[in-house]
């Protein structure tokens, strides 16, 4: 069992930066591959990176490719989204998920990842 908590949500102008961390528990967090979804009001939950356990590898959604760095610190359990050139469409709750087992490229749907946040807000204006 793995408890995921989100933070570092927040108002932002468009063109800002914001780092989202999501902390997790249990003992095994270095042997999951971390991911990030964000759903915007009245849009389907949508895949915005993943990341292997050793943080060798990473997947990202297109829109979101050389603004966002996802990336892993296993000695705090915490997986990190920087989040620069932000932009009024990145506007959504975004979610940290969790799956065991190695990364592979098509984890990018909702029902691959086993473990979820709560959520945190992310509005960008404009």
């Known amino acids: 069992q793995v408890h995921l908590v989100e933070s570092g949500g927040g108002l932002v102008q468009a063109g800002g930066s914001l780092r989202l961390s999501c902390a997790a528990s249990g003992r095994t967090f270095s042997r999951y591959v971390m991911g990030w979804f964000r759903q915007a009001p009245g849009k389907e939950r949508e895949f915005v990176a993943a990341?292997?356990?050793?943080?060798?590898?990473?997947y990202y959604l297109d829109s979101v490719k050389g603004r966002f760095t996802i990336s892993r610190d296993n000695a705090k359990n915490t997986v990190y989204l920087q989040m620069n050139s932000l932009k009024p469409e990145d506007t959504a709750v975004y979610y940290c998920?969790?799956?065991?087992?190695?990364?592979?490229?098509?984890?990018?749907?909702?029902?691959?990842?086993?473990?979820w946040g709560q959520g945190t807000q992310v509005t960008v204006s404009s």
């Open positions: 990341l292997s356990w050793s943080g060798g590898a990473t």
């Open positions: 998920a969790c799956r065991s087992g190695p990364l592979r490229s098509y984890y990018t749907e909702s029902y691959d990842y086993n473990y």
